[in-house]
């Protein structure tokens, strides 16, 4: 079986360290599906590793893994973002170790080098022309906010160009038992180009970069 690119779904969030959750003395345990990034263990962690993304188990609350005091993790809410095109590279770096004797040998660096684009229409509410939430946090990344509300009333929001959480559904036809795949990259967005000509639908190209934590393949049953 093969499947074509329009079956990958891309899923996108924004750190928020108000949105962190850490153990207070009180109880605090995993959403049933829902994906978190473990940020910190604590001693006896109930989360087999940090850097990078868990999914919460999908059965009740019985299941559910509950957090100790050291843990703090993110819960990572899945924006889609409706693309036009994805790209994703990952390139390890070679070193030069060739000598008289064996002229041109390279070796691995053991560095992965990973980057890549997302392509997306402008989108806006069909009522209010209000930006769906992925354009409005793209641009923020990168400008000032001002919202006016054209009664004399003024909020003003400066730019947050903060950690991004991608989340790549490689194979979103799965069903319910079968096996879903999905890349996990902890992404800088450093760019943002608009494409605005007269005879073309408004839009923006997103490159991104890994940011700090662990890029992954996770591998897991489709819930009911």
Avoid at 103 to 113: F, N, R
């Amino acid at each position: 079986m093969k499947l074509t690119g329009a079956q990958a779904f891309v899923f996108f969030d924004s750190f928020d360290p108000e949105r962190v959750l850490a153990y207070s003395g009180s109880p605090v345990a995993t959403q049933p599906g829902k994906w978190y990034f473990v940020l910190e263990q604590g001693a006896g962690s109930n989360f087999p590793y940090k850097g990078s993304v868990i999914r919460a188990p999908s059965g009740a609350a019985a299941q559910q893994i509950a957090l100790v005091a050291g843990d703090r993790v993110f819960p990572i809410d899945e924006t889609r973002v409706c693309k036009t095109s994805a790209s994703l590279s990952m390139e390890e770096g070679t070193v030069d170790v060739g000598d008289d004797c064996d002229p041109g040998a390279t070796i691995l660096d053991g560095i992965v080098q990973y980057s890549g684009s997302l392509g997306r229409f402008f989108r806006y509410d069909d009522q209010t022309m209000d930006f769906d939430d992925v354009t409005s946090s793209m641009l923020h990344r990168f400008l000032n906010s001002v919202q006016d509300d054209g009664a004399g009333a003024y909020e003003v929001k400066e730019r947050h160009n903060g950690p991004a959480y991608l989340l790549i559904n490689l194979n979103s036809n799965a069903k319910a038992g079968q096996i879903e795949h999905w890349i996990f990259v902890p992404a800088i967005l450093s760019s943002l180009s608009l494409n605005l000509g007269n005879a073309e639908a408004q839009g923006n190209e997103i490159p991104f970069a890994k940011g700090e934590g662990d890029a992954v393949h996770y591998a897991v049953p489709k819930a009911a």
